[in-house]
């Protein structure tokens, strides 16, 4: 009964023999009531022995097996099992009983999972480390071509002026997502100073404006005015807000999609509020949002490490990130920064 693992014994006919109390709990009936039950109705609620149950190989075989079970509860929160079975051995037969443990290896899985994908990153950073210097090249060239592009034409119209501030732009943030990559292979370093909190937001809605123009998202943002300075990193700030409203524009996916995005200074605290009216986070997987890998996209659409970066960004400034979603509804993100990290 001390003992975590949930562990009871069965006869030859399935019946209960014992419960320890971990798994009694389980099923949050006494051991006492379980006990002469059939093993897979009284902890299982099925009228047959359980899919992929290797009981009766034990039983006829007098052999230790092992399998993994996933099991989902009422909050369709999914746990991994590793089930044993080892015969109790008597002179007749191979087995007269067999005992079952199931031991929760959930979070085993998830750190095993992390880890490999903690190998796979660290070889992308090396990676991003010998290329850096080949990306950084063009991309300097780029910036240094728009920005004696826009001298020459200072007296253009107005569009062709912001095209070519956008290339500047696109090409800066190309160069931030390489420092990005080089970010989880080495220490980060945070250059604060003051900046204007707004031209940042302003920055990451330009290089984003393409992706809500084809998904014909209804965008709109509500900035004040005439906000203070604000010490911080700038470029990682402009990260922050790129990838909560690249997230926010896959989860509307469709054209009656809204995002806002406001900014407000109050009590000496500057608050940004991105909401969209996609399709909402499960309550019970708020709390994972934030954890390195963890992603709710296809394949190929997502790494896992957006909000992560932006949550280590947020407490870099000694901010707070909170997050509220409606299945169905959508989801608000509030970030609160203090006028100096």
């Known amino acids: 009964d ?7 014994i069965v006869d030859q006919h399935y019946n ?3 419960v320890n109390k971990s798994r009694a709990q389980r099923t949050e009936t006494p051991p006492n009531l379980l006990v002469g039950r059939k093993c897979y109705q009284a902890l299982f609620n099925r009228e047959s ?4 149950c290797l009981i009766q190989d034990t039983l006829l075989t007098g052999r230790y097996t092992q399998r993994i079970a996933n099991y989902t509860d009422e909050d369709e929160q999914t746990t991994e099992w590793e089930v044993s079975t080892f015969p109790i051995l008597s002179s007749n037969n191979p087995a007269e009983q067999v005992i079952v443990v199931e031991a929760d290896v959930t979070e085993k899985r998830r750190m095993e999972a992390n880890l490999i994908q903690s ?8 990676l991003a480390a010998g290329l850096a210097h080949e990306i ?6 780029i910036i240094a071509n728009a920005q004696l592009l826009r001298l020459d034409l200072a007296e253009a119209d107005e569009e062709i002026i ?3 501030n956008l290339i500047e732009l696109a090409s800066k943030r190309a160069l931030q997502v390489v420092r990005n990559l080089l970010s989880f292979a080495r220490k980060e370093n945070y250059d604060f100073k003051p900046i204007q909190l707004n031209d940042t937001i302003r920055d990451s809605i330009s290089l984003l404006q393409h992706e809500i123009i084809s998904h014909n998202i209804s965008f709109s943002s509500d900035l004040q005015d005439n906000l203070p300075e604000i010490i911080a990193s700038r470029d990682h700030l402009q990260g922050v807000w790129t990838n909560i409203i690249k997230n926010a524009i896959d989860a509307v996916e469709n054209s009656r999609g809204k995002i806002t995005v406001s900014s407000r200074y109050i009590n000496r605290e500057f608050i940004v509020i991105i909401r969209d009216n996609g399709k909402g986070i499960p309550t019970n997987r708020k709390n994972e949002i934030f954890e390195p890998f963890y992603t709710t996209k296809s394949s190929g659409r997502g790494t896992g490490l957006g909000l992560s970066v932006v949550h280590r960004i947020v407490k870099q400034h000694n901010g707070y ?6 299945l169905g509804v959508g989801t608000v993100f509030t970030i609160r920064l203090p006028e100096k990290p």
């Open 16 to 18: 209960l023999t014992a």
């Open 49 to 52: 022995p359980c899919q992929m």
């Open 162 to 164: 912001e095209s070519v």
């Open 119 to 126: 190998e796979k990153l660290a070889s992308v950073g090396q």
């Open 136 to 141: 950084n090249n063009p991309l300097t060239a």
């Open 2 to 8: 001390n003992i975590p693992d949930s562990i009871y």
């Open 321 to 326: 990130i909170q997050v509220d979603s409606e």
